[in-house]
C-alpha cells in the first residue's frame, strides 16, 4: 500500500491554503519525499506524518520554492534524535547550492547528510520501490520521478493445492521457479501470477514534453504540474510551465489512469476553471489541495 | 503608533500552532522585520500584514530557525514586483553564509538585496527610529535590537497661545528654538515639552546577560526569549538559552514596563507553567501566541 500525501500544492508563492511543494510517499514504513518547499517540516506536523520516517528527499530542480525547507527539516531531525544518514538526491550540477542549503546548520547535525548527483535512469532501487528520474523541461536542469512499486508474484490458490503445492514448498518454488512434484514438472508461472505494481509519476516543473508522456505510460497516478489554465498559455510558455489542458493532454496520450493537477499559481483561489478545462481532455482528474491523501 | 505582531513564536523546532521565530514592526508604513524563520512569508499571509511594507530584515543570529525565512520571502517580494533594494543586517562575520541564502535564486530576483553586517551600536536612524545592535550571550554570535521611536516635540497649546504663537511661528520656532514675539523672547522648551519616544527591545537567543539588562533599561516594551522553565536550567545553560524566570528578573532589573516571552519550545502544549513562573517575579508578563499584535 502506497500513501501518497500532497504537503504543499503551491506554484512559485504560498497562499493562506497552499503550502509550497511536496509530496510525501510513504510506502512500508518509510517516507520518499518529493520536493521540500519551505514550510514542509510544519506541513508534516499539520498532517499528521512523522517525518523521522524520512529515508530520502529526491529534488526536482534547485529553484527556492522547491528545496529551501530541507535546511530546517534536516535541522529539527537531529533535534529530535535522527541517527540514519540521509540522502538528498539532487539535479547533476545543482549538488553545490542544495550542500550549501543541507548544512546550513551543521554545527547542530549529528547524523550523515549526503547529497547526491542525478542523472537521467534509476536513482534508487530497493526490494520494496524503483525509483527512476526523467528530464522535465523547465528554465533549470530538472528532472521528474517515476516511482515503481516492485511488480509481486502472487499464488493462485486452488491451482497451487491441484498442483500439490503445500508449506515450504511456496518459498522452493519461488526460489526455483519451478518444482518436481509426484513425478510432475510444476513451473512457477502454472500456479501464480504476476501482480503489476503500481507507478506514480511526479512531473513539476516544467512545459508538456514527451519525455513526461513517455514516461508517465500507464501510469496509476500522474502527478503533472498545472500552474495555469489554458488563458495564460503565454505565461505558461515564457515561465516554462504547464497548464491544466497541457497537463490533461499529458496524462490522456500516457494512457494514465488518474491525474492530479498540481503546482496551482496563486491566482486561482477556486480552482473550478482549472478542474473544468483538464476533464474536458481527461475526465479522471482531480486538483490536488495541502493534505490530500491517496492510497494505491 | 508603533504595531507589533508576532509571527512566529517558536523555539528551535516549529509546532502545529507556533512558527519559526519572527517580529513585524510597522512604523509609518514601514515593516521591519527581526529575524525571518522558515515560513515567515506564508505568516505574513496568515495574520494579514503587507509584506511589500518591509524596508529591511534585522537576523539575530545566523542559526537556520531564525532565517531561513530570507530566501523564499526575497523571491516571492520580486515576484510580487518589487523593485525598492532590501537591506538585510546579519552580525559581523556570517554574512557569507546569509549572502548565499538571500541570493538563492539571484536569477528570478529584480531588485537588490543587500546584506550589511552589523556590531554593536546603531544600525539604523532615520527621522522615525533608531535602531541598535547590543551583543547577546548565544552559542554563536548573536545580537539583539532596542528600536527606539523618536522622540517628539510636542506644544503646550494654552501656553503657545499665550505666548503669541500661531501659523507658520510653530515651524519657526521649531527650526530656530526660539523666537522673538512683541519684543519678548519665547524658548521653544516654555511652550512644549519632549515627548519620549516608545522603546521595544528584542532579545533572542541568549543566556540571561548584563547586556540585555542595561539595554532593555526602562523599555516601554521587553521581548526576551524563554525556551524553558527554571526545572530545564541546566538545558537552557548548555544550550544557551533562558528560563521564564531568568527573562522575567531581566524585566525586573531592567525597569520594563512589560515582557513578552518568545521564542517557546516545543515541549509547551501548555504555557501556563512558563507564564506563572516569570509573572512571580515580574507581574506584567505575557506569552507570545503567533498573530499576537502589540499596539505602543
Known sequence: MMK???????????????????VAIEYKGRIYLFDCGEGTQRQFLKYGLNMSKICCIFLTHAHADHVIGIAGLIRTLSINKRTDALSIY????????????????????NYEVIVKPI????????????????????????YGYVIKEADKIRFIKEKAAAAGIK??????????????????????????????????VYATDTRPCKSAEKNAANADLL????????ALKTFAKDRKHSTAGEAAAIAKNANAKRLILFHISARYKDTKVLLEEAQKIFKNTEVANDGLEIVL
Request: no cysteine; hydrophobic share 40%.
Open 4 to 22: 501518497i500525501t500532497f504537503l504543499g500544492t503551491a506554484g512559485a508563492t504560498p497562499t493562506k491554503k497552499r503550502a509550497l511543494p511536496s
Open 90 to 109: 539532487a539535479p547533476e550540477g545543482e549538488e553545490a547550492k542544495i550542500r550549501n542549503l543541507a548544512h546550513f546548520d551543521d554545527s547542530v547535525v
Open 119 to 142: 542523472k537521467t535512469g534509476i536513482v534508487l532501487k530497493n526490494n520494496d520501490l524503483e525509483i527512476r528520474a526523467f528530464k522535465l523541461n523547465h528554465s533549470v536542469l530538472t
Open 167 to 200: 508449506g515450504v514448498m511456496f518459498k522452493e518454488i519461488l526460489k526455483k521457479k519451478i518444482l518436481q512434484i509426484n513425478k510432475k514438472r510444476v513451473p512457477l508461472g502454472n500456479i501464480s501470477f504476476l501482480e503489476t505494481g503500481k507507478k506514480v
Open 223 to 230: 502527478i503533472h504540474e498545472a500552474t495555469y489554465t489554458d
